[in-house]
């Protein structure tokens, strides 16, 4: 499981302002728990944190463990964590299939057998007939579907979601977080969560902390 010790950042806007988004922050992922939110206003360094823990972005002090092993200095691609981004963050110049196989593909396994497993995939999010499309021409939930394939195509150890239902509007947002919850539970993957938004932490998590002044407090 995730565990951060001591862990250091601060950070100083363009205007030379500075503050601590960590100040020896540790915090141990909670036993029988799947979906754990992190909240906080915006600016308190919630998108920061989560990069620092999928290897985005360096602490300036502290560690980063997964299962009792020191994955600080490890690279993004060797923690197996997946990172989703609050605009999806899908290559516009890829295929529909093609997005869902590149994680695929930077692991190393050929273009034939990439595809062939996103195409699968997709079938199973409903997607099978966009497969061949460009994202630009997917709807704002097709092209999250598309995020969350991308996502879990590579059995990530860790889901890293930040801010994932901001783009959409309010009844799409409600019927997302029901088949996030429910496509993540069947993956059996761990998720930390990022948002703002305390009525979407309560529907997609099992405990949740608020992040503030470098340190975290726990909610539920």
């Given at each position: 499981?995730?565990?951060?010790v001591n862990i250091n950042k601060r950070y100083t806007d363009a205007a030379g302002s500075s503050w601590d988004i960590a100040s020896n922050l540790s915090w141990?992922?909670?036993?029988?728990?799947?979906?754990?939110?992190l909240?906080?206003?915006s600016g308190t360094?919630?998108?920061t944190l989560l990069r620092m823990v999928a290897g985005l972005e360096p602490v300036q002090g502290g560690r980063v463990l997964w299962d009792r092993v020191d994955v600080t200095d490890w690279p993004p691609e060797q923690r197996r964590f997946a990172l989703m981004f609050q605009d999806f963050a899908l290559f516009p110049h890829l295929s529909v299939q093609d997005n869902v196989a590149f994680g695929l593909r930077e692991q190393g396994m050929g273009t034939a057998a990439s595809r062939a497993a996103a195409t699968e995939l997709l079938a199973s999010f409903g997607l099978a007939d966009k497969?061949?499309?460009?994202?630009?021409?997917?709807?704002?939930?097709?092209q999250q579907r598309v995020a969350l394939a991308r996502a879990l195509i590579i059995q990530p150890k860790l889901l890293l979601l930040d801010e994932p239902f901001s783009?959409?509007?309010?009844d799409l947002r409600v019927h997302m977080r029901e088949e996030f919850r429910q496509r993540v539970a069947s993956a059996g993957t761990k998720v930390l969560l990022v948002?703002?938004?305390?009525?979407?932490?309560?529907?997609?998590?099992?405990?949740?902390?608020?992040?503030q002044s470098g340190g975290l407090e726990r909610l539920w």
């Open positions: 499981m995730l565990e951060l141990q992922w909670p036993a029988s728990h799947n979906t754990v939110a909240l906080g206003p360094g919630k998108t497969a061949r499309q460009a994202t630009t021409a997917l709807s704002g939930g097709e783009a959409l509007d309010a948002t703002h938004d305390e009525s979407e932490a309560k529907a997609m998590a099992s405990a949740a902390w608020h992040l």
